[in-house]
């Protein structure tokens, strides 16, 4: 999920299918799905043999919520926010690797904080 002006664009990746580093639930789940370099370089791309940023979304799912904004949070309270992409990982299981806080906002009264669990189920 990406912030555009004032919109949310919603895309959906997965790896290609000579990709087999996602199946890989202990790697997944001890690198929390990393995208991209870490400081940790077993852990580089977990999710992907590549970043995310260098996969093409799949455009079928492509979506956008118009007048509504996405801040990334560090916790249920959303204590430090930024308006950075939201990254969700799912694994094959249907679980998450973490638990992930993001927060939606718009207008004068949306005011949401999620958690995507490690269940793979989003709670408000």
Do not use: H
């Not at 580093?21 to 370099?37: H, P, T, V």
């Not at 950075?84 to 949401?112: N, W």
């Amino acid at each position: 999920m990406e912030n555009s002006g004032n919109n949310i664009n919603l895309k959906v990746y997965e790896p290609d299918t000579n990709n087999v580093r996602w199946r890989d639930l202990d790697l997944n789940r001890r690198c929390n799905c990393q995208s991209g370099d870490s400081s940790d370089d077993t852990c580089d791309n977990a999710f992907s043999n590549v970043a995310v940023s260098s996969l093409t979304s799949l455009s079928d799912y492509d979506k956008t919520i118009e007048r509504v904004s996405l801040k990334d949070c560090d916790d249920e309270n959303c204590t430090t926010e930024d308006d950075d992409d939201v990254e969700l990982c799912f694994l094959y299981d249907g679980s998450s690797p973490r638990d992930k806080f993001f927060k939606l906002v718009g207008g004068e009264d949306l005011f949401v904080i999620f958690n995507l669990n490690k269940t793979g189920f989003l709670e408000e």
